[in-house]
């Protein structure tokens, strides 16, 4: 695969949109790492496919520049290495599986020898060999996404955009789905992450970024343990009576509910000090969970119960 | 793309059904031309019986002319503007070729099949005529190729509006247009019977908006007998206002102004 070192596989500088007065995406700065599952989280309306249909010159940016694999979005000959999986795939219903995949690996630039080999590979990948030969009229919901994933892969691009992957597949179709993310970063390609299903971004991410109305919130790297703030629940007998002043200099947000604590430490060095703190106050502790926040619970805080709208 | 247009129709029975229509068409136009010789009578003067069989030639080759343009905006009004609107095209787009070639891929589609189509109405009831009643159009290649270049202009248009609005609305627009041909192309045609020159204007301007009625005019004129032009106020489609070759000139700069526009608004459009 070619790859050239150091160079960010996406890189965005005030990417803004507009349609007439309406703001779609505001101020998108982000880079993207090579050879990252990279997460793009935000609630509905936020500018996610905005900005992926940006990324991938089907609308050009009304400001800002976005350079993808070292080009400037849409260049028409990095086409060829990148791959693009759009929410609620949908194709021309009088071809075949095979055909489809034919057809795609054909108008990517690869040659029809090599796709005689490749497509019953690919549809075998996706789990749809005894449906090859059936015309996509005939597919379920969850058969056109993983077709669709098929044929965002079948030129094996360096740069993979999945937009809702998982949307209408059941659990073995999101198992399925996950590894074939994962073979692609062993393949070293990088893949762009667009899903709803925040526990499935948790478990395939790298790292994630979260967006609202089209400008990037926070982020966060999914592979180091987090330095932030932890979420802690104790469960103990005789805590002392000034126990939340005790500990105030290491949590915030405690709630005592009689043999019950629970609080948020400052960071994760604050831990051992907080239980030394219990135990030489009295308490004799029986349970100490100290939780990692969720990519939910972080989605929730970051954006507000209202999911920012 | 071109061939994944024609297999498309194919697929989806569109060419098949369209062929099958064409041959009812046909038949049902043999069964009338042999009847029509069947009842001559033997007092009927043979430059009548000339007049007639020229005029049903003429009327079998204007209804072939007729169904290939709403051949067209049936066929095409959706291919554009349905897989914009569906998202189908986001997956064609994102590919290593520029957009305009997705849009001429399938523009030489259609004009491919329209090219089998109108071969086999044209010369189907070109076969038809010659073989029951012994007559040929004059010039019968002239006049399928204005056919033909009729459909293609009409074919654009349809793909212009197809990058601009959905199906329907792109349809009706092309049905619309085509209807203001036609009637424009009435209009000058009656204007020859009449003193002023404002009827004429009017059917000119028609004319220049949507130049496909006189493309078929001068097709008509082409291809009409000197006899049966002659014996103008009897023929159906007597030439009395004939488009000039100026205005097939206008009707091909046409078709290439709109297939260019059609062509540079898809390619910067968003999609």
Known sequence: MKSEPGQAAIETRGLRKLYGDKVAVRNLSLTVPRGEIFGFL??????????????????????????????????????????????????????????????HGRLAGVASGELRKRVPEYVEMVGLTPHRDKRLENFSKGMMQR?????????????????????????MGRRLVRDIIRAQRERGATVFLNSHLLSEIEITCDQVVFIREGEVVTSRDLRTVSEEEVRVEVRARGLPPNVVEQLAPWTTAPVIDEERL?????????????????????????????????????????MGRDGGM | M????????????????????GLGFLALFAI????????????????VRYQILSGMLMIGLYTVDLLAVVMTILTSADTIAGEISSGTIHAIAIK????????????????????????????????????????????????????????????SISFMFGTWFSTLTNGVIVLGLQGLAFMGGWLEQMSGFAEGSRLAMVGIVASILMPTEAVWRRAAYDMESPLAGALQQ????????????????????????VLSIALYHFANRDL
Request: net charge negative.
């Open chain 2, 32 to 47: 009338g031309l042999h009847f029509q010789i069947a009842d001559f009578s033997r007092t009927t003067p043979p430059f």
């Open chain 2, 96 to 155: 290593p070729m520029p957009r305009w070639q997705i849009l001429i891929g399938k523009w030489l589609g259609f004009a491919a099949m329209l090219a089998v189509y109108v071969a086999i109405m044209f010369g189907g009831t070109v076969a038809v005529v010659y073989e029951i009643a012994g007559l040929t159009p004059q010039h019968p290649i002239d006049g399928a190729m204005l056919v033909y270049w009729e459909c293609l202009i009409v074919l």
């Open chain 1, 42 to 103: 935000g609630p509905n309306g936020a500018g996610k496919s905005t900005s992926i249909r940006m990324l991938l010159g089907l609308a050009q940016p009304s400001s800002g520049e976005a350079m993808v694999l070292g080009r400037p979005s849409g260049d028409v000959a990095t086409r060829r290495r990148i791959g693009f999986l759009p929410e609620n795939f949908r194709f021309y219903e009088w071809l075949t599986a095979s055909e489809l995949l034919h057809l």
């Open chain 2, 2 to 21: 071109a061939t994944v247009t024609f297999r498309e129709a194919a697929r989806k029975k569109m060419l098949w059904t369209a062929l099958l229509a």
């Open chain 2, 234 to 257: 009897f023929a159906i489609f007597s030439d009395v206002s004939i488009p000039s070759p100026a205005m097939i000139a206008y009707a091909s700069v046409y078709l290439v102004i």
């Open chain 1, 147 to 171: 077709i669709g994933l098929a044929q965002a892969l079948i030129h094996e691009p360096e740069l993979i955009f999945l937009d809702e992957p998982t949307s209408g597949l059941d659990p």
């Open chain 1, 262 to 302: 629970a609080f948020t430490a400052r960071s994760r060095e604050a831990l051992p000090e907080v239980v030394r703190c219990l135990i030489a106050g009295g308490a004799e502790i029986y349970e100490f969970t100290p939780r990692r926040m969720s990519l939910e619970e972080l989605f929730i805080s970051v």
